[in-house]
């Protein structure tokens, strides 16, 4: 007879979104069963956002070294010892695994069990053997890096974010398959490292994003020296030598090689289903599984979270999916998934960050929007950092009800957060404009952009008879 768990909650993946629903309900007394196949912490901690910025940190500070003579220092070019890159970036996933591992939840007191989970019918999974039924069950399994459908892939080594930070060595020359915020960010980290890099990107780079903002960090990526093809057709990857090559098909009956060390396909993502006996589960999918606004799957008894759900495939999503399910199943509330409140930022330099609507979608969907600027070049810190590319865009609805932010310029990242509180709590902008801000800090950037909702008001005629009126007054 195998063994039968009774657990109130299994969580399947143990993800950043499975972590945190593990977590939360251990801290309440809830009986939490949590299985994960592969690395605890999954692949931010592992394979994405962990390695990918502390690799950016270590090119970023060559970087700097590099153009240390504009602030009246002169340093020779920087030496870098790839392993050592290596060795740091895998220091700091070595810092933060602790946090997610088998020990750490286990002292909590979630049972963790390593293996591979399997749903046998809608009420159990099956794991090495043991059978759980649970009260309610978590997928939380993520996604893995998608691998294209191009002639010769399959006979060719190639990289992908599961691999790249495992290389000792610098590459030659890089070719990355894909614009996006992955393939541009690790674009621009080996390029400082040292590599020569192509990026193939079939679409536009970058092209979720706004494209007045895209420009300003492709014009940056393009002048530290890398090549970005847009809007190219791949006709096959081959072997070129102990390299590799992509050709290119011009759609005139030619072909462009372009040769290379390396390949790092960094094309889309997708979201692991296979193996979950979804189907015997009841539930449904196809390239992901379906859930509704509640992230409930068609079998009531089962929630899918963060990437496996089809969703936004940021970190924080999956985080805000676990907090949305833990109030369902331990409270019984109501929840809804809100897309419109979810920031994300691409961490090239400059960085780039997003809430809410761009000011495309915004007027698509409301009329008499006004879009506030500010550029960090007209902003004192900026100024002193020697960080003066870049700008904000503040979307306003006619009442002055914030929509929006799109920021482009140092430190984005972070100064997005102001902007995602702001919409998430349903905030005007004079909020914003009314608030104090330190000086002199970056920040004040988005002050500034906020300011200038007023700007017209002192033209207003109204505001103008208001004026005179009230200096009659001693």
């Not at 979720?208 to 903002?213: A, F, N, Q, R, S």
């Amino acid at each position: 007879m195998a063994e039968i768990l009774t657990p109130d909650i299994c969580v399947i993946g143990a993800g950043s979104g499975g972590l945190s629903v593990a977590a939360i309900a251990a801290a309440f007394g809830v009986s939490v069963v949590l299985i994960e196949k592969g690395k605890m912490g999954g692949d931010c901690l592992n394979y994405g956002c962990v390695p990918s910025k502390a690799m950016i940190a270590t090119a970023k500070t060559a970087d700097a070294i590099r153009h240390a003579d504009k602030y009246g220092i002169h340093v020779p070019e920087p030496v870098v010892d790839f392993q050592q890159v290596h060795d740091y970036v895998h220091s700091v996933i070595g810092a933060i695994a602790p946090n997610d591992s088998v020990e750490r939840f286990t002292s909590m007191g979630v049972h963790v069990i390593e293996g591979a989970g399997k749903f046998i019918n809608p009420r159990v999974v099956e794991v090495n053997g043991i059978r759980i039924r649970a009260r309610r069950f978590v997928i939380s399994t993520g996604s893995s890096a998608a691998v294209p459908p191009i002639k010769g892939l399959d006979s060719i080594p190639f990289l992908t974010n599961e691999t790249i930070f495992e290389r000792t060595e610098a590459p030659d020359h890089l070719i990355i398959i894909g614009g996006g915020p992955i393939g541009m960010e690790m674009a621009q980290a080996h390029r400082r490292l040292g590599a020569q890099v192509t990026v193939v990107e079939a679409f536009k780079a970058l092209a979720k994003d706004d494209p007045e903002l895209t420009e300003i960090v492709l014009d940056k990526l393009k002048e530290d020296g890398i090549v970005i093809r847009e809007e190219v057709k791949i006709a096959r990857v081959e072997k070129s030598g102990s390299g590799v090559a992509v050709v290119l098909d011009s759609g005139n009956g030619e072909e462009e090689i372009i040769a290379g060390s390396h390949l790092l396909v960094a094309a889309g993502r997708k979201p692991n289903v296979d193996g979950l006996g979804l189907k015997e589960a009841r539930i449904r999918f196809d390239r992901a599984i379906k859930v509704s606004k509640s992230m409930r799957t068609s079998n009531r008894r089962a929630y899918a979270i963060g990437d496996v759900s089809g969703s936004l495939q940021f970190t924080h999503m999956a985080n805000y999916h676990a907090g949305l399910v833990i109030r369902a199943i331990l409270f019984r509330l109501p929840v809804k998934e809100n897309r419109d409140i979810i920031p994300w930022a691409t961490y090239t330099d400059p960085e780039m960050a997003h809430v809410g609507f761009t000011e495309e979608s915004a007027r698509k969907k409301h009329r008499g929007i006004k879009v506030l600027r500010w550029p960090y070049a007209e902003n004192d810190r900026a100024q002193a950092e020697g960080k003066t590319s870049g700008l904000i865009k503040v979307i306003v609805n006619r009442k002055g009800k914030i929509l929006g932010a799109s920021i482009v310029g140092y430190q984005a990242g972070e100064m997005i957060n102001m902007w995602s509180l702001a919409i998430s709590q349903k905030m005007n902008i004079s909020a914003i404009s009314g608030y104090i801000s330190p000086y002199p800090t970056i920040t004040e950037i988005s002050k500034r952009a906020a300011v200038t909702n007023l700007s017209g008001a002192a033209q207003n005629k109204w505001v103008q008879r208001v004026l005179k009126f009230l200096r009659r007054f001693d």
